[in-house]
């Protein structure tokens, strides 16, 4: 693994469904030493999404400490500052789904400029996971537009404030910046 690129972060991977970005991120994140911590916004809403979840936490060892932050991410973020963890973010298209879902959640576009403005001031290595979603089938419906549309955005806006940006794809990192 490269040790240039392990050590510049903000550092946003990006990957289609099952690309092997989750388990990239984690390899990145453990190369430094421990404890981490791993912020996770799923909302576990079936079986389906519980058995993703189990599949992932049975990935971690002791060594890190999960917070499950749904809506206020940016909020959980900075009070991780001071701490020097390692932080892994898993994922921000869950994260941006739950806002667009979530009515009293506010207006994700504004969610998105306050994460935006603090990822270059978190004083600990950051790592965030994406997903790429806009490469298929243009959507159907007016949700699953602005979802797409919306991801596409947050994707470009956080790459533009990180140090490192590296797409997964069939498992093979790709550095793009």
């Known amino acids: 693994m490269n040790r240039d690129l392990q050590a510049r972060t903000p550092h946003l991977i990006l990957g289609g469904a099952r690309s092997g970005k989750s388990s990239h991120a984690e390899r990145l994140v453990t190369s430094l030493p421990p404890p981490y911590v791993y912020v996770a916004t799923a909302r576990i809403l079936d079986g389906e999404m519980a058995d993703r979840v189990r599949r992932h936490q049975d990935r971690r060892s002791s060594n890190w400490e999960t917070i499950e932050c749904p809506l206020d991410l940016t909020g959980a973020l900075k009070r991780l500052q001071g701490r020097g963890r390692p932080v ?54 007016p949700l699953a537009r602005r979802f797409r549309d919306l991801s596409g955005l947050a994707n470009q806006r956080i ?15 790709i550095t793009l910046k």
């Open 88 to 141: 892994l973010v898993d994922c921000l298209t869950l994260w941006l789904s739950n806002l667009l879902l979530d009515a009293s959640a506010g207006q994700p576009e504004a969610r998105l400029s306050g994460l935006c403005k603090f990822i270059p001031a978190a004083d600990y290595p950051l790592f965030l996971v994406s997903n790429e979603v806009g490469w298929g089938i243009v959507p159907d419906n």
């Open 159 to 173: 790459a533009s404030v990180s140090s490192a940006v590296t797409l997964v794809a069939a498992g093979i990192p």
